[in-house]
């Protein structure tokens, strides 16, 4: 027996099941990172996001080794990651340059509701979380089911413009469209939602914005503040529905755009009360 094998045997031993799966994990961008300490695993955690928010006492534990689009790879690299996770073509470069150094990277892409869930399974499976793992979607996907049943009950559904930009306008990404529906509203822009990439989702015209007069508008401007304001200052707006009867929301980056835990819990709980509270006056 080799003594690397002797040495993975004994951690096994040690820690359980614990000892599988990587033990030096650099999250590249935040789901991950709130994920694994959903799952008790945040202790193998040794890097994460600069823009990770959830959960906050990552940020005062975790050393913060990349933006979304940049990395630090040489602290990357000092960290001795077995197992770095990214997100998207988006972080490809990010992901080239590790792979390069020897570094083992896992590059989720879950553009959808189903595929958060599956990112989530199989991020739980690498751990040895499984059965845990799986306790916690239950849990997410029962309550889903209710926030779906609730609204089913509305007697008009309303329109809904989600904003992810303001110049140019950018509208949803599918799991928030996908969530949007869930809640009870319905997408203005449901053509576009399938379109991964946010350039392929510009509303090039924003009379069009206009022309489908959106209930309810909901802005999450990619980590700038949402600012009502600039909404309703917009030329030919102000016959707009949701400015009209000041339906103008801000839903923070972190709890929707998020292709993790968040967007499936308060992202949709909060699209969900502002649209229920919107029946009981408008529906």
Known sequence: ??????????????????????????????????????????????????????????????????????????????????????????????????????????????RSVAEIFSMLYQLAAMVGQEARGLALMQGMQQRLLEIEQAAASLKRRPRVFFEEWYDPHISAIAWVSEVIGIAGGDDCFPELACQAMGKDRI?????????????????????????????????????????QNDQLFEIKSAEILQPGPAALTDGVEQIHRIIMDWNKHYG
């Open 203 to 243: 509303i090039a015209d924003g009379g069009e914005i206009v022309r489908r007069n959106p209930d309810i508008i909901f802005g999450s401007w990619c980590g700038r503040k949402f600012r009502p304001d600039h909404v309703r200052a917009r030329a030919g707006w102000d016959n707009v529905n949701a400015v």
């Open 1 to 110: 027996m080799t003594e690397s094998l002797k040495d993975w045997r004994s951690l096994a031993a040690a820690q359980g099941i614990a000892g599988y799966g990587p033990q030096r994990i650099v999250c590249l961008t935040e789901e991950p990172t709130e994920w694994l300490y959903l799952l008790g695993e945040e202790r193998r955690i040794v890097g994460i996001s600069g823009y990770t928010v959830r959960p906050p006492r990552a940020r005062e534990e975790k050393p913060k080794v990349s933006a979304f689009l940049s990395a630090k790879i040489d602290k990357i690299v000092e960290l001795r990651p077995d197992c770095v996770i990214g997100f998207s073509d988006l972080q490809a470069d990010i992901a080239s340059q590790l792979v390069k150094k020897g570094i083992q990277v896992t590059i989720f892409n879950q």
